[in-house]
């Protein structure tokens, strides 16, 4: 028997020149590529537990990484502000399993 090999840390925001930008009272964080906008995080908050209800990002950016860097960027600036997940969204419920160091902020069903 051999030892598995530790898995290599995936780079989760390939893209440089992101910007993410927070439309509160519309409740969605907007990612730009420079000055073309790229998608969207939807949500609602309530306190301190924000619920993620869809992740859009606009075809010509599909399945580039886009999604993924839109999902890490919000989770990170929540993480650090100390806020707890409700993932409605498919996406970053996909994206909790790939990427299980967020799960600690997931509000446990009760």
């Known amino acids: 028997m051999t030892a598995q090999q530790p898995r290599q840390p995936v780079e989760k ?14 409740g969605r964080f907007s990612l730009w590529h420079g000055s073309t906008f790229v998608g969207f995080l939807g949500y609602y908050r309530e306190g301190d537990v924000v619920t993620l ?34 993932p409605e969204c498919s996406y970053v419920q996909d994206y909790l399993r790939r990427y299980p160091e967020y799960n600690s902020m997931v509000v446990k069903k009760s």
């Open 13 to 26: 925001v390939v893209h440089h020149g992101l910007r993410l930008d927070h439309d509160e009272s519309r």
């Open 53 to 86: 209800q869809h992740t859009i990002v606009n075809e010509e950016f599909g399945r580039r990484g886009y999604a993924r860097a839109l999902v890490t960027l919000v989770l990170d600036r929540f993480k650090n502000e100390g806020l707890k997940i409700i």
